[in-house]
């Protein structure tokens, strides 16, 4: 498969910095304040690998297929889909609660 079929509509994600395309054998694609970010990439698929553990008994469904993770300044969100991991980080808008 070709990069910019793995890629298709991530540069049109709004609020985007970067993003990461991984499978089990590393980084397929990146790009943004991801671009070659290998790190990010094994922290990510780390993650991915220990919440894939936790099933509901008897459900043979996978245990999850998105996943974020929230900071301050940004969101990574990641998606599986098939063999391969989809990291996006994008801007974190989030605006104070308001209070009444």
Not at 64 to 71: A, C, D, E, G, T
């Amino acid at each position: 498969m070709n990069t910019a079929a793995l890629t298709a509509g991530l540069d049109r994600i709004p609020d985007q910095l970067g993003y990461l395309v991984i499978s089990e054998d590393g980084v397929l694609a990146s790009a943004g304040e991801l671009e070659n970010d290998e790190h990010t990439a094994g922290v990510m698929m780390q993650m991915v690998r220990t919440a894939s553990r936790f099933r509901l008994s008897g459900s043979t469904d996978p245990p999850f297929k998105r996943m974020s993770v929230i900071l301050e300044d940004f969101v990574y969100t990641v998606t599986v889909s098939g063999q391969k991991v989809f990291v996006v980080k994008r801007q974190n808008n989030q605006h104070e609660p308001i209070s009444v």
